[in-house]
């Protein structure tokens, strides 16, 4: 700026010049060269100005309205400290399991029998007084299942936390009363059936996203997204809550990638290829904070719909878009086959505790109308 200044004041000093030497035409070349400068010297200077004057304000609008503002979130911590608590000292060369795979390649833990402390997870848990929602679908003839689904969690499910039974039914009728102890409660949600049961299956994913945006981020703050036709046989805690959790199927946790049940069509939104994968998770166990479930079941349902735009529908459903979702957005916690298991398998070494299993059914009696022929266990 002050060069251009310096600069117009040369050039008026050179008009005066040619003025008194009576130079007219010297002098209008000069007069005019004048101006310019001086009229490039104000713009710029105002150009400089107004963005300085612009970015100041943009600058001060963004600091907090008053300066003198001293609260911080941090002023709004609460601590969460357990008590005094006795228990053997975790070994650093001597890990509780060495049998089975304890943390993936991404850090989250696999949850098996014998890796954790419950009594130090409760303390943390109680502290934060966490309230847990599990859903279940019961449409059409699976309303059967729904007493002993119940009946099995209270005693072995969140046993001492807040929990709130989310059953969605075409059939409320045909849901039994029960009588649950303080902070835990049924809550039944009429929602509409489908012909077919994979649809019924598949329409889980945007049931849960619907409710979950409408309701349950004011409930609870776990989700827990399981199959009805299943019962807890072994305590299952909040070891299993995390942001966002899948459960290894019992049918594949030893498969290696290419045996995977993953969808193999190219033009389908759940495509894995076969160089791919980490593990194959069980479409009927998965969960997280209501907002991680919120974004896993609005994938799903949005994967689906495109397929189904296409007229494709992936080989194992909503399992099959679950997989592709976990393949991406990895799971921050994984639930071994402890937590869903099936008795019509053998029962492996490793598996120490079976916390949630199949209850044997004719698959094909309890989908359809008509029983076509006898099919048991979780095959799908
Ligand atoms: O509620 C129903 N009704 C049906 O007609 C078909 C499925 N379902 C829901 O979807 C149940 O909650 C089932 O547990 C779930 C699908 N899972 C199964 O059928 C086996 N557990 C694999």
Known sequence: MTLCFIFSEQASTMFLEQFNKGNGKKCFFSSLFITVVFTISFYWYENKTIRWRFEGLLRCSQEPSNVNDDVSPLDLLTDLA????????????????????????????????????SDILNAQFHQRNVRIGITVFAIKKYTAFV???????????????????????????????????????????????????????????????????????????????V????????????????????????????AQRDHFTYERRQQSTAYIPTDEGDFYYAGGYFGGTVEEVYKLTNFCHNAMMTDQNNSLEAIWH??????KYFLYHKPTKILSPEYLWDNGFDVPQFL?????VAVPKNH?????????????????
Not at 180 to 188: K, N, T
Not at 318 to 323: G, H, P, Q, R
Not at 352 to 356: L, S
Not at 370 to 375: I, K, S
Request: hydrophobic content about 35%; aromatic content about 16%; some cysteine.
């Open 82 to 117: 357990i008590g005094r608590m006795l228990y053997d000292k975790p070994q650093t060369f001597k890990p509780p399991r060495s049998d089975i795979l304890m943390i993936t390649p991404w850090l989250a833990p696999i949850i098996w029998n014998g890796s954790y402390n």
């Open 147 to 225: 007493k002993t689904f119940i009946k099995t969690a209270e005693q072995f499910f969140m046993v001492g936390y807040k929990v709130n039974y989310y059953v969605f039914t075409d059939r409320a009728n045909d849901i039994s009363n029960f009588t649950l102890p303080e902070g835990r409660q049924l809550v039944i949600l009429k929602v509409p059936s489908y012909k077919r049961w994979q649809e019924v299956s598949m329409r889980r994913m945007e049931m849960i996203r619907d409710h979950a945006y409408q309701r349950f981020y004011k409930e609870v703050d776990y989700l827990v997204c």
């Open 227 to 254: 199959d009805v036709d299943m019962r807890f046989s072994d305590s299952v805690g909040v070891e299993i809550l995390s942001d966002v959790f899948g459960t290894l199927h019992p049918g594949f946790y030893n």
């Open 318 to 323: 909503d399992e099959s878009y679950l997989n």
């Open 352 to 356: 120490q505790r079976r916390r949630f």
């Open 364 to 380: 094909n009696a309890i989908r359809n109308k008509r029983a076509l022929q006898e099919n048991h266990g979780y095959q799908k």
